[in-house]
């Protein structure tokens, strides 16, 4: 079956650092991925919409230049949070979707569990 | 966006079987109900999707009334693995490239020994 892999799983960062998560989709191509954000006891809130070769689209609330998406290529799509800082510490977790509709449905990473100390 | 409403938490024991409901009032004709099972620490995972009527696969069973304003999923005969927590969403097939999955609160199932 499909599987999207995220990396690295955890991470642990100093206030004011950068940190980039990784989200591939390994047998499939996926033109359109999703990027979500859970904070303990909490559902998943989605950020953002990542298209391949375009811009992504935030959800209201969401800061695009805090948390800067890109899409370069149909299996790989990446979040970086800049500038963390304690109050981003969350579960972010990436889904993605097969270009090919016979193959429908939306598959989930495992999730990155970023640490802001 | 068609809102759901579930229960926040449900208990019960191995071997039993699990209905969880869903409301959702404001569903859409084009929408459909899917519903995502959730282990700590771990990404969603897609469970069973239904337009109408009832839906069966090998993990579990949904029934959706005529009137489309709830759902319910059935787990049968559940066991220590199946505690999680279980997300019921409404909106376009998950086939459709419309889709953005907008999670709700979700329901905390465990199962006691």
């Known amino acids: 079956g499909a599987v999207v892999s995220q990396h690295p799983s955890w991470v642990i960062c100093k206030s004011g650092t950068s940190v980039k998560i990784e989200c591939r989709s390994l047998d499939f191509q996926a033109t359109t991925m999703f990027w979500y954000r859970q904070f303990p006891k909490q559902s998943l809130m989605l950020m953002a919409t990542?298209?391949?070769?375009?811009?992504?689209?935030?959800e209201q609330g969401v800061e695009k230049d805090k948390f800067l998406i890109n899409h370069a290529s149909l299996t790989l799509s990446t979040l970086t949070v800049t500038s963390a800082h304690p109050e981003d510490s969350s579960f972010y977790i990436c889904?993605?979707?097969?270009?090919?509709?016979?193959?429908?449905?939306?598959?989930f990473g495992s999730g990155t569990r970023l640490t802001v100390v | 966006l068609a809102k759901t409403t579930q229960p926040i938490s449900m208990d019960s024991y191995e071997g039993q079987e699990v209905n969880i409901t869903c409301s959702h009032n404001?569903?859409?004709?084009?929408?459909?109900i899917t519903w995502y099972q959730q282990f700590p620490s771990q990404g969603p995972r897609f469970i069973i999707q239904g337009y109408k009527t009832k839906v069966t696969n090998e993990v579990a069973s949904l029934f959706i009334p005529a009137d489309r304003k709830s759902s319910t999923l059935s787990l049968p005969r559940v066991s220590l693995s199946d505690t999680a927590v279980y997300y019921c969403l409404v909106g376009p097939d998950r086939g459709s490239t419309l889709g953005r999955l907008y999670f709700g609160r979700g329901t905390q199932l465990t199962v006691w020994p």
């Open positions: 404001n569903i859409a004709t084009n929408d459909y």
């Open positions: 889904s993605a979707r097969d270009v090919d509709l016979n193959n429908y449905g939306y598959t």
């Open positions: 990542s298209n391949e070769g375009s811009k992504a689209t935030y």
